[in-house]
């Protein structure tokens, strides 16, 4: 292979790819020139004691929050967070730390909702029921059925949202994620409360997404599930990006155990 053909190759498979995002709120520096790269089928993890920036940077990569600086592509192509149903359309899909789920719809209705970011017929199509929706919609109910059971809770398709358990609701979210057919799904502490079988089924599910080829980026707060589970890792620490390699390689940095493990965890 030559020089000149070694990076675009290189590159091929990078699905998100984000550099020199800062961001301060007043006076603090929630953020200070992080940047990372992400390949297809990777599961990345974002790990970082309490306060090092971690929901900032999945708040501005979604597009929540505005950055100060910063460089963005998905899949090679830049995009730009400025709000979130544009990031969803772009292709990337997240889940939140405080469960966000209409808690009163279906589980099934829930991920149909995800599917609504992919379809066409649009607002006017739902309100007059025109052909062409009722077939979109028997469509997206279809793979709102196949997704729930790909996560494991097809028997509580028809229940309402909020009458399933903790673990259960954040299966649906991801579900109600993967539904948007997305290039990056963002996982914001998808262990958070669980019990120790309820993580144990998460890590099943989420290797199991990563075996299907969709890529995946991950806070969590668990250091045991990221190192497990992450192909590689980004450590934060008041806004500073500390430490970027394999779960092996950011286990033996000096900077990170002084910084985050060995303060015993968060
Ligand atoms: N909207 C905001 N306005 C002002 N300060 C904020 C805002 N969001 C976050 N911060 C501050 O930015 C810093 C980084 O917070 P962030 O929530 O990103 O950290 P984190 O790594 O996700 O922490 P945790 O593990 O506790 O969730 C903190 O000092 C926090 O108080």
């Given amino acids: 292979m030559t020089a000149t ?16 995002i800062s961001k301060r709120f007043g006076g603090l520096q929630a953020l200070s020139d992080v940047g990372v790269t992400i390949r297809r089928g990777q599961v990345y993890g974002l790990i970082g004691p309490n306060g090092a920036g971690k929901t900032t940077f999945f708040n501005v990569i979604t597009g929540l929050y505005t950055p100060d600086s910063g460089s963005f592509s998905l899949a090679g192509d830049p995009y730009e967070p400025t709000a979130v149903h544009k990031v969803a359309k772009a292709g990337i899909a997240r889940t939140f730390q405080n469960i966000r789920l209409f808690a009163e719809m279906t589980a099934l209705e829930n991920v149909m909702v995800g599917r609504h970011v992919r379809t066409h017929s649009g607002l006017i199509g739902a309100v007059l029921r025109t052909p062409g929706f009722k077939a979109e919609e028997a ?47 963002a996982l914001d502490e998808p262990a958070a409360g669980m019990n120790a079988t309820e993580k144990v089924q998460l890590r099943e599910l989420i290797d199991r997404i990563r075996k299907d080829n969709r890529t995946i980026l991950l806070i969590e707060h668990d250091v045991k599930l990221v190192m497990g589970l992450c192909d590689r890792v980004t450590v934060l620490d008041y806004g500073k990006q500390i430490a970027e390699g394999t779960p092996a390689e950011v286990q033996k940095n000096d900077k990170v155990i002084e910084a985050y493990l060995g303060t015993g965890g968060h």
């Fill in 139 to 185: 469509a997206i109910r279809q793979r709102a059925q196949e997704l729930l059971e790909y996560v494991g809770i097809a028997k509580y398709a028809d229940f309402k949202a909020r009458t399933l358990s903790y673990g259960d609701q954040r299966r649906l979210e991801i579900a109600r994620a993967l539904a948007t057919d997305p290039q990056l799904i």
């Fill in 5 to 20: 053909t070694a990076p675009a190759a290189a590159d091929a498979d990078v699905v998100l790819k984000v550099a020199g």
